[in-house]
């Protein structure tokens, strides 16, 4: 059962604490990148009967074909390609609006300053699969690298069993616009990501969830490649006030413990009679779950109550915990969003549940967890682009500031700095 916890608990730092503890996994997973960068393709297929139990030969070709594409689609319900085509429309809709243009400044005379933006030229996206398959990953990556401009989007998943991969996931990267699809799971296809097999290309960043090797293996890769974020287990907190329905706090806050054992679900109220209801609520949906010991363990373990004076002592505990998702379920959540400093994703009001954002409002899934929403940002069409800056100066327009840049090299004692603008003057030493 769900732990209770009083405001005057409050000022315990342990009742903040996520569970992160997990095994020390950085030598197999550099064995793996090691053994993946001598023998690329190779390493990929005896990897892939080795942790995904394909069929021996059943990945003679890495890479999915349009066959296999084409197939994946005639076997998707057309209902549900339909719901893949309007959340991608949803999506993009949003992500647009984060595009941002290169500039030029000509306010100095004889001077020209400016900044382009240019997509990456090749992007790598990582969508797990084993027990679940999640399509929206491949649309919340895919969609925001399409429009920043990304040529090339290479998504790697793990195949099944007979070397086949989910039709679900082959139609959301049909819809999402996915250019290259290979058949590679685990730390092994983030190898392969960075850099490159016989089949797979090298990408310039990696983007897209995974399990521990998949964050472990994105850890040892960066430097050689960008990385999105190294993303710990689903968290969500609900912030509601007395008149909330505790059915719908229950579903809210079970919708992501169902994720993983390690997920953090927490309600902050100002009610204590709402804390006592949600908790028996908890107890009567848990066991209608397809998830149930999943997300029995993730509420006993990790899940928390936390009853607060009021609904501004409620916003600072949120603000201090700084979740993945934030549920704000009040009558008027607009009067409280300015005072949240820390979130992720935030969902306002009592008809807007996270799954919303998961799926279809528009918003990424792609979001800080452990507290990193206190600095990072979710995935958005900026992690696709680079910034390149440029500067242009007339002899007249150095002329004039030239002897400021001088002076300031040789406080840093850097001499030929100072050379490199004196002597276009006359006045270099020697």
């Given at each position: 059962?769900?732990?209770?916890?009083?405001?005057?608990?409050?000022?315990?730092?342990?009742i903040?604490?996520?569970?992160?503890?997990?095994a020390?996994?950085?030598?197999?997973?550099a064995?793996?990148?090691a053994e993946?960068?001598?023998?690329g393709d190779a390493?990929?297929r005896a990897?892939?009967?080795?942790?995904?139990?394909v069929?021996?030969?059943a990945?003679?070709?890495?890479?999915?074909?349009?066959?296999?594409?084409?197939?994946?689609?005639s076997?998707?319900?057309p209902?549900?390609v339909?719901?893949?085509?309007?959340?991608a429309a949803?999506?993009?809709?949003?992500?647009k609006?984060?595009?941002?243009?290169?500039?030029?400044?000509?306010?100095?005379e004889?001077?020209?300053l400016?900044?382009?933006?240019?997509?990456?030229?090749?992007?790598?996206i990582?969508?797990?699969?084993?027990?679940?398959?999640?399509p929206s990953?491949v649309?919340?990556?895919?969609?925001p690298?399409?429009?920043?401009?990304?040529p090339?989007?290479?998504?790697?998943?793990?195949?099944?069993?007979?070397?086949s991969?989910?039709p679900?996931?082959?139609?959301?990267?049909?819809?999402a616009?996915?250019?290259?699809?290979?058949?590679?799971?685990?730390?092994?296809?983030?190898?392969?990501?960075?850099?490159?097999?016989?089949?797979?290309?090298q990408?310039?960043k990696?983007v897209g969830?995974?399990?521990?090797?998949?964050?472990e293996?994105k850890?040892?890769?960066?430097?050689?490649?960008?990385?999105d974020?190294?993303?710990?287990?689903?968290?969500?907190?609900?912030?509601?006030d007395?008149?909330?329905?505790?059915?719908f706090?229950?579903?809210d806050?079970?919708?992501?413990?169902e994720?993983?054992?390690m997920?953090s679900?927490?309600?902050?109220t100002?009610?204590?009679?709402?804390a006592e209801k949600?908790q028996?609520?908890?107890?009567?949906?848990?066991?209608?779950?397809?998830?149930?010991?999943?997300a029995?363990?993730s509420i006993e373990?990790?899940?928390?109550?936390i009853?607060?004076?009021?609904?501004?002592?409620?916003i600072?505990?949120?603000?201090r915990?700084?979740p993945?998702?934030?549920?704000?379920c009040?009558?008027?959540?607009f009067?409280?969003?300015?005072?949240?400093?820390?979130?992720?994703?935030?969902?306002?009001?009592?008809?807007?549940?996270?799954?919303?954002g998961d799926?279809?409002a528009?918003?990424?899934?792609?979001?800080?967890?452990?507290?990193?929403?206190?600095?990072?940002?979710?995935?958005s069409?900026?992690?696709?682009?680079?910034k390149m800056q440029f500067s242009y100066?007339?002899?007249e327009?150095?002329?004039?500031?030239?002897?400021?840049?001088?002076?300031?090299?040789?406080?840093?004692?850097?001499?030929?700095?100072?050379?490199?603008?004196d002597?276009?003057?006359?006045?270099?030493?020697?």
């Amino acid at each position: 059962m769900i732990k209770i916890y009083d405001r005057k608990d409050v000022e315990d730092s342990s009742i903040f604490s996520r569970s992160t503890a997990a095994a020390d996994l950085s030598a197999p997973v550099a064995e793996i990148i090691a053994e993946v960068r001598a023998n690329g393709d190779a390493a990929l297929r005896a990897y892939g009967e080795r942790f995904d139990h394909v069929e021996a030969g059943a990945l003679s070709g890495l890479q999915v074909s349009e066959a296999e594409i084409t197939k994946a689609l005639s076997s998707v319900e057309p209902e549900f390609v339909g719901v893949l085509r309007e959340a991608a429309a949803n999506i993009e809709a949003y992500h647009k609006k984060q595009l941002r243009d290169s500039f030029i400044m000509t306010e100095r005379e004889g001077v020209v300053l400016g900044q382009r933006v240019l997509p990456l030229a090749r992007v790598g996206i990582y969508v797990p699969g084993g027990t679940a398959a999640y399509p929206s990953t491949v649309l919340m990556n895919a969609v925001p690298a399409r429009i920043a401009g990304v040529p090339e989007i290479v998504m790697t998943t793990p195949p099944a069993r007979d070397g086949s991969v989910n039709p679900y996931i082959l139609a959301a990267a049909s819809v999402a616009g996915v250019t290259k699809i290979f058949k590679a799971g685990g730390a092994q296809a983030i190898a392969a990501l960075a850099y490159g097999t016989e089949s797979v290309p090298q990408v310039d960043k990696i983007v897209g969830p995974g399990n521990a090797f998949v964050a472990e293996a994105k850890k040892q890769v960066f430097g050689q490649v960008n990385i999105d974020m190294i993303a710990g287990p689903s968290e969500i907190l609900v912030l509601a006030d007395g008149k909330s329905d505790p059915a719908f706090v229950a579903a809210d806050l079970l919708s992501q413990a169902e994720h993983d054992k390690m997920a953090s679900a927490v309600l902050v109220t100002d009610s204590m009679e709402l804390a006592e209801k949600v908790q028996a609520e908890l107890e009567r949906q848990l066991p209608l779950l397809s998830r149930e010991e999943i997300a029995r363990t993730s509420i006993e373990t990790n899940g928390k109550i936390i009853v607060a004076k009021d609904l501004r002592e409620g916003i600072a505990i949120a603000n201090r915990i700084a979740p993945e998702h934030l549920e704000i379920c009040v009558d008027n959540p607009f009067d409280y969003l300015s005072e949240i400093e820390n979130a992720g994703s935030v969902f306002l009001g009592r008809y807007n549940p996270e799954p919303m954002g998961d799926y279809f409002a528009g918003p990424n899934h792609t979001l800080p967890t452990l507290g990193t929403a206190r600095f990072y940002s979710p995935l958005s069409v900026d992690d696709f682009v680079k910034k390149m800056q440029f500067s242009y100066y007339t002899k007249e327009a150095l002329e004039k500031d030239y002897r400021k840049v001088s002076l300031f090299a040789k406080k840093e004692g850097l001499t030929a700095h100072a050379r490199a603008v004196d002597i276009r003057f006359g006045e270099a030493e020697g």
